[in-house]
């Protein structure tokens, strides 16, 4: 035997370590590994530790938009049935565009004429051309029965609801450009169509105009309100929502019994049971971190 390849098979192999994006090492396997390579794995580093009142509190503002929507139903359904005229209906649109005017001024960091000016005629031009359409919505739907119209429009409502953004990420104030997801733009038409569908029920073009006012203030501005509110002050935000909630609740209750109790059972739900039940799903979170998982870079950039 030649003395060389004695002395290369009796050399003992070098140490094993880590070469980056896979280099190869004379004497292993390309997928080798050590004894300590298990030493840095970590388990479940990762995972948020959720509190069940943060989970509840978080979960108002949910609770709180499908009020504000139960409140936009209950005002179609009285304006049909004609308890609710349109003369009442316009004092309510004034109102509430009076008040989400003044909340928009007073939740603002800074206040200037341009700002005031720039809400001005937003609204200006908004009530003018929707009071121009109105003749149009009203004839929209002639050819199809009210059955029809309320079965599509209770459809509608329910896609809004549910692809509504209810995390606020795409409300933006004035100036500032964000683009909406998919889901957040079906979900505003949704909504304007169903609102279209209930207007084109009415007899007048009065009637119309007041009910689209009302429901585009509702379904276009309230997020803008709500999100400047909990900007400003969140013990205000939760203050709000509960006083729309017992509102809200105490209106159906003198509508209808049984809707009394589902729109409670539904607000217990989504306030109490989902967040009971995230964090009990958190115990099973089971996530496993380590040596084999892609490296992340820091930087530290110091002056």
Excluded at 165 to 192: F, H, M, Q, R, W
């Amino acid at each position: 035997m030649d003395p060389g390849l004695a002395n290369n098979s009796s050399s003992p192999r070098p140490r094993w370590r880590k070469v980056a994006y896979g280099g190869m090492q004379p004497g292993y396997d390309d997928n080798h590994t050590d004894e300590s390579f298990l030493e840095g794995m970590v388990m479940n580093a990762s995972v948020v530790k959720r509190d069940m009142l943060k989970v509840m509190l978080d979960s108002v503002s949910i609770s709180e938009y499908l009020c504000i929507v139960a409140l936009v139903v209950l005002v179609w359904t009285c304006t049909l049935t004609s308890t609710i005229d349109e003369n009442s209906l316009l004092l309510i649109d004034v109102s509430l565009l009076v008040s989400g005017f003044l909340i928009l001024l007073f939740t603002q960091e800074m206040l200037s004429l341009s700002l005031l000016l720039h809400y001005v005629l937003n609204i200006s031009f908004f009530i003018t051309v929707l009071y121009v359409l109105a003749p149009i919505y009203q004839t929209l739907t002639r050819s199809i029965s009210s059955d029809s119209i309320w079965a599509v429009a209770a459809s509608l409502l329910v896609l809004h609801l549910f692809l509504h953004d209810y995390s606020e990420s795409t409300v933006k104030a004035p100036g500032v450009l964000k683009n909406p997801a998919l889901t957040s733009c079906i979900s505003v038409n949704a909504s304007v169509v169903a609102s279209v569908f209930i207007a084109s029920r009415l007899p007048s073009r009065l009637h119309v105009f007041a009910i689209m006012l009302f429901s585009l203030q509702v379904f276009l501005f309230a997020p803008l309100v709500t999100y400047c509110i909990k900007k400003y002050s969140f013990r205000m935000h939760l203050c709000f929502s509960l006083s729309l909630m017992v509102m809200t609740l105490s209106f159906v209750y003198m509508l209808h019994r049984l809707l009394f109790v589902v729109l409670l059972s539904l607000l217990v739900f989504v306030n109490v049971v989902c967040p009971y039940w995230l964090i009990r799903i958190q115990e099973y979170k089971f996530e496993i971190n380590g040596p084999w998982d892609e490296a992340k870079l820091c930087f530290d950039i110091t002056d």
